[in-house]
């Protein structure tokens, strides 16, 4: 497939948990995925807080207690089903073996889109890659979080 564009929408409180994965999404064994965009919406009341850290890694297990989204085709006409799979927190065990691959740090009344192209590289998952976007900072108020991916 080509050209199917995908969007994985959602809000979550990490409960004052740090490291937290609010999402893992897994790329599937017959493609690559390009990561199109993430925009964070924090819901926090503090103008007075430093910086809330983000992070999209790359990880090496699903980790226990993940409960299964659904990516929604954003592309018209498309009949295809998406192959690329998500999971969302709360993890019992988070996933295992993060490494950064882009750092995101932004305000907890802020929201942000992230964008990794540029013109030398696209953020692009190689088949079976799961990479997740983790919030490193402890906050107890919800964060709105929507995945953008092109298979």
């Not at 540029?118 to 692009?124: G, L, S």
């Amino acid at each position: 497939m080509a050209r199917l564009f995908l969007t994985y929408s959602n809000k979550l409180n990490p409960g004052g948990t740090q490291p937290y994965t609010l999402c893992q999404f897994e790329a599937p064994d017959n493609q690559r995925v390009v990561i199109s965009a993430i925009e964070i919406h924090p819901f926090g009341s503090s103008g007075a807080t430093p910086a809330i850290e983000f992070d999209l890694v790359t990880q090496t297990s699903e980790g226990v207690g993940g409960n299964s989204g659904s990516f929604v085709i954003n592309s018209p006409g498309a009949d295809e089903t998406p192959q690329t799979t998500v999971l969302y927190g709360p993890f019992t065990t988070e996933p295992t073996g993060p490494v950064t691959q882009y750092p995101i740090a932004m305000h907890q009344q802020s929201p942000n889109i992230w964008r990794p192209i540029n013109a030398f590289r696209e953020a692009i998952m190689i088949k079976n890659a799961r990479w997740g976007l983790r919030v490193l900072t402890a906050c107890s108020f919800d964060i709105g979080f929507c995945v953008q991916l092109e298979e």
